[in-house]
Nanobody
Framework: VQLQASGGGLVQAGGSLRLSCAAS????????MGWFRQAPGKDREFVAV????????YVGDSGKGRFTISRDNDTNTVYLQMSSLKSEDTAVYYC??????????????????WGQGTQVTVSS
């Protein structure tokens, strides 16, 4: 499966952005989908994950209460809605797909496919 992330940009602190990740190939609905981010000089960090059906989600501490992950299996797209953005949310955001869509994977090494990343910059 190939993944294409989009929707990043420059936003003021307190603002919102919605990231999208479009997947090509069949069987998108069988994958667990995750979002990760990497800020300059830091390790890649888990952000959010959603199971194959969208019925189960988990958002990491960095985005809890502010970020929402969702998916549309009809259009092969996963979303990350981000609100109340802070300067510390500035990073390159990556979407990823993992086989075994019933499990919510938090570890980046459990993912099989990665998108190219989209830059999010939050100005304070």
């Amino acid at each position: 499966v190939q993944l294409q992330a989009s929707g990043g940009g420059l936003v003021q602190a307190g603002g919102s952005l919605r990231l999208s990740c479009a997947a090509s190939g069949r069987a998108f609905s069988t994958y667990t989908m995750g979002w990760f981010r990497q800020a300059p000089g830091k390790d890649r960090e888990f952000v959010a994950v959603i199971n194959w059906s969208g019925g189960r989600t988990y958002v990491g501490d960095s985005g809890k209460g502010r970020f929402t992950i969702s998916r549309d299996n009809d259009t092969n797209t996963v979303y990350l809605q981000m609100s109340s953005l802070k300067s510390e949310d500035t990073a390159v955001y990556y979407c990823a797909a993992a086989r075994g869509g019933g499990t919510l994977y938090l570890n980046q090494y459990q993912y099989n496919y990665w998108g190219q990343g989209t830059q999010v910059t939050v100005s304070s």
